[in-house]
């Protein structure tokens, strides 16, 4: 059994919570069966390490938040994720954390061009690891309007998107970073669309909910994350 720290930096919108509860409650039912134990810490709340020894490695969850928002506890937990570089301490980002990551290391993160990513994505991966089941594309939920706008420096490609240029990162061998959602299932996923139609409107509502038809690899990425904690935490 794995022990890893949950940067709790955002929640679920609460008409989404009956789904399956807010990210911790996601993680865990994601990840307990394959031997990783999360402990949550409610950064948005002052709950931080004390030591990054305290676990033995970490995941940053995604938010709603956007990660150049004025807050001082999210300058906190940057410059946890530039210590974790330094230290060499596994990490994995999703989403706000693979934004987060991106921004402690020089990236600029912005609203995209091309607007909202919402609904099932396609990305590629670009360079296999160890902890990979294969390289053939991965399939997930998105939900998120600011993109990294490049690669910051001693980060590597490792999955992309037409829509999404900078949709992965290797930071050494000990991190990495993927925007898209392994947490949201397609019920939850298209539950938070349902409820975003004055956001989104309709006609992207429903394009979006469209493409959740197809299968989800949110077990295919739940290995990943588990087999990379094992191997090299």
């Known amino acids: 059994m794995k022990k890893i720290g949950l940067l709790l930096v955002g929640h679920i919108d609460q008409g989404s919570l009956h789904i399956g509860g807010d990210y911790p409650e996601l993680y865990a039912e994601l990840l307990a069966p394959l031997d990783i134990e999360l402990t949550t ?127 992965g990162m290797l930071i050494g061998d000990r991190a990495w970073t993927l925007q898209i959602h392994p947490e949201f299932s397609t019920a939850l996923a298209d539950n938070l669309l349902s409820t975003r139609r004055s956001l989104f409107g309709d006609d992207q509502v429903n394009t979006a909910r469209a493409t959740l038809s197809e299968p989800l690899d949110q077990q295919r990425i739940a290995g990943w994350i588990s087999r990379f904690f094992h191997q090299v935490a």
């Open 41 to 167: 810490y409610r950064c948005d709340e002052g709950q931080l390490p004390q030591s990054l020894s305290e676990q033995e490695g970490w995941i940053c969850s995604p938010s709603r938040l956007s990660v150049y928002d004025n807050h001082a506890w999210l300058r906190d937990v940057e410059q946890l994720l530039l210590a974790m570089v330094k230290q060499e301490i596994p990490y994995v980002g999703i989403c706000f954390g693979h934004q987060l990551m991106a921004q402690a290391l020089g990236a600029t993160v912005a609203k995209a061009d091309v607007g909202w990513g919402i609904g099932a994505k396609h990305y590629e991966i670009v360079e296999q690891q160890p902890w990979m089941d294969s390289p053939r594309d991965i399939v997930l939920a998105a939900s998120h309007q600011d993109q990294v706008q490049s690669l910051p420096s001693g980060a590597r490609l490792m999955a992309t998107s037409s829509y999404c240029p900078v949709g």
